[in-house]
């Protein structure tokens, strides 16, 4: 087992191996991260989160994670649903290494830098929320009240073991998981 991924699997993580394709040539890991129970303002900090992560850790910097993240030529990625968060790791076959790395310190080790948050948090007053997305999620997002203790707090209670379920798939060597 990769070892950053298997650090979190003995810590309560799921991870999964969803698919070996023989002649891929790609390795892709999949981290999904639970939400916890939020208010509208804890459901902002999410949104602000999701943009964050990938702006660098207390390890690399954002350029370093984009570099490292886009061997393949797919940039690393998240998608955050309220319920839950996706980051999406694309990287050649040989590179399940890195990839698991890369996880890890992304989700266990994010820098969360006030000037990243802040930039986000007024990017996001300026950015029109499509109405589907209040609709489905049931939020008025207010991005105004935000703090930048509401995006680390948020962190600090969905990045648990727990909440975590690794998917693993593509150009697998059967004993590499």
Aim: hydrophobic share 45%.
């Amino acid at each position: 087992m990769i070892a950053a991924l298997a650090l979190l699997v003995a810590q309560e993580a799921q991870v999964r191996v969803l698919e070996m394709v023989e002649d891929s040539d790609f390795v892709v890991v999949n981290a999904y991260v639970k939400a916890p129970k939020m208010t509208e303002r804890e459901a902002a900090a999410w949104q602000v989160l999701g943009r964050v992560l990938l702006m660098g850790t207390t390890e690399m910097s954002g350029l370093t994670v984009l570099e490292y993240g886009s061997q393949a030529g797919l940039p690393p990625t998240i998608e955050v649903m309220p319920d839950f968060m996706r980051l999406e790791i694309v990287l050649p076959k040989s590179g399940l290494a890195v990839a698991g790395d890369l996880v890890f310190s992304i989700l266990t080790h994010p820098a969360l830098r006030e000037d990243d948050i802040a930039r986000v948090i007024e990017g996001l007053k300026s950015e029109e929320v499509p109405p589907w997305v209040e609709a489905m999620s049931g939020i008025d997002f207010r991005y105004d009240r935000l703090r930048q203790g509401d995006v680390r707090n948020v962190w600090t209670r969905a990045m648990r073991p727990e909440n975590l379920n690794i998917v693993v798939g593509g150009g697998i060597e059967p004993g590499a998981g």
